[in-house]
Nanobody, 122 residues
Framework: EVDLVESGGGSVQAGGSLRLSCEAS????????MGWFRQTPGKEREWVAL???????KYAESVKGRFAIFQEDGKNLLHLQMNSLEREDTAMYYC????????????????WGQGTQVTVSS
């Protein structure tokens, strides 16, 4: 069992920055992928940024160059640094993990946090 708890969401003006955090606890295997997803009402959940066990990161085209996913050394703490935020980034953001390679399909992730809301206003 893995527990994920997100924090750091909030309201910000366009062009601003936020850092989301995801604290993981429980059994985390050596082969895992952790990632950030987001969802807006009426739309399917989409992947934003993924990080595999080697530290390699992948980003959705819409956030490439603006967002960065990283893990604190020695801690089960995953962050998503979001810069140059746009109104289109407004969504509920979720942290998720799976015990295999990173994939973009949200349905293939085993554990999810409760989500944290990000609202970007112009």
């Amino acid at each position: 069992e893995v527990d994920l708890v997100e924090s750091g969401g909030g309201s910000v003006q366009a062009g601003g920055s936020l850092r989301l955090s995801c604290e993981a606890s429980g059994y985390i295997t050596s082969k895992f992928c952790m990632g950030w997803f987001r969802q807006t009402p009426g739309k399917e959940r989409e992947w934003v940024a993924l990080r595999d066990v080697s530290g390699a990161a992948k980003y959705a085209e819409s956030v490439k160059g603006r967002f960065a996913i990283f893990q604190e050394d020695g801690k089960n703490l995953l962050h998503l640094q979001m810069n140059s935020l746009e109104r289109e980034d407004t969504a509920m953001y979720y942290c998720a993990t799976r015990s295999s390679i990173c994939v973009g399909n949200w349905k293939q992730y085993d554990y999810w946090g409760q989500g944290t809301q990000v609202t970007v206003s112009s």
